[in-house]
Nanobody, 119 residues
Framework: VQLQASGGGLVQAGGSLRLSCATT????????IGWFRQAQGKKREPISC????????YYEDSVRGRFALSRDSAKNTAYLQMNSLRPEDTAIYYC?????????????WGLGTQVTVSS
């Protein structure tokens, strides 16, 4: 199982980024994909999760209405569209597989992608 988040970068506050989570080694449609982030000096925290059905659960209220999740089964890839970015969104972003109902993470983590939002 491999997951690789990409698409991070430096953006000004109010800007947008689209992160991708490319996956291999498992049946993509059998798992939910979760997005987490870890700011410097803080623990890794869940942001949101998208089920195979496309249903989304948000764990972080501050991203609701600004972040959107999607997934493409043909490409085995999930996406995190981040709009209206704020400096407090600065973190390393990770994707992981979760049980189909957006349960516990599977333990497979790829390398994250750095998102830096300047004020």
């Amino acid at each position: 199982v491999q997951l690789q988040a990409s698409g991070g970068g430096l953006v000004q506050a109010g800007g947008s980024l689209r992160l991708s989570c490319a996956t291999t080694g498992f049946t993509f449609d059998h798992y939910a994909i979760g997005w987490f982030r870890q700011a410097q000096g803080k623990k890794r925290e869940p942001i949101s999760c998208i089920r195979a059905s496309g249903d989304v659960t948000y764990y972080e209220d501050s991203v609701r209405g600004r972040f959107a999740l999607s997934r493409d089964s043909a490409k085995n890839t999930a996406y995190l569209q981040m709009n209206s970015l704020r400096p407090e969104d600065t973190a390393i972003y990770y994707c992981t597989t979760q049980s189909p109902a957006c349960g516990a993470p599977s333990g497979y983590w790829g390398l994250g992608t750095q998102v830096t939002v300047s004020s």
